[in-house]
């Protein structure tokens, strides 16, 4: 069984930066693709960021430009940095990683507050 434990979420003024860690169990090798999710109050999960196996990288139109995701491979870990956050951006974030494109896994989630 995977597991996936994110770290860094917390409380953040409008415009500040946060950086999220996901620390995965296995080797990152074994999965297709890893990311992240967000799903704000009363409203869908929804993709964020999403890193493929082979390095083929998707955000959503909202966060692009302001969000980076990265990995690093020797740690097992997926990061997501995000900058320029907007109240918007406030969501339980998700770390998910894709053993098949039909399979994932999911973290227990971190909060991401952003004030106006």
């Known amino acids: 069984q995977v597991q996936l434990v994110e770290s860094g979420g917390g409380l953040v003024q409008t415009g500040g930066s946060l950086r999220l860690s996901c620390a995965v169990s296995r080797s990152i090798f074994n999965f297709v693709a890893t990311g992240w999710y967000r799903q704000a109050p009363g409203k869908q999960r929804e993709l964020v960021a999403q890193?493929?196996?082979?390095?083929?990288?998707v955000y959503a139109d909202s966060v692009e430009g302001r969000f980076t995701i990265s990995r690093d491979n020797a740690k097992n870990t997926v990061y997501l940095q995000m900058s320029s956050l907007k109240p918007e951006d406030t969501a339980v974030y998700y770390c998910?990683?894709?053993?098949?494109?039909?399979?994932?896994?999911w973290g227990q989630g971190t909060q991401v507050t952003v004030s106006s």
């Open positions: 890193i493929a196996s082979g390095g083929n990288i």
């Open positions: 998910n990683a894709k053993l098949t494109w039909s399979t994932s896994s």
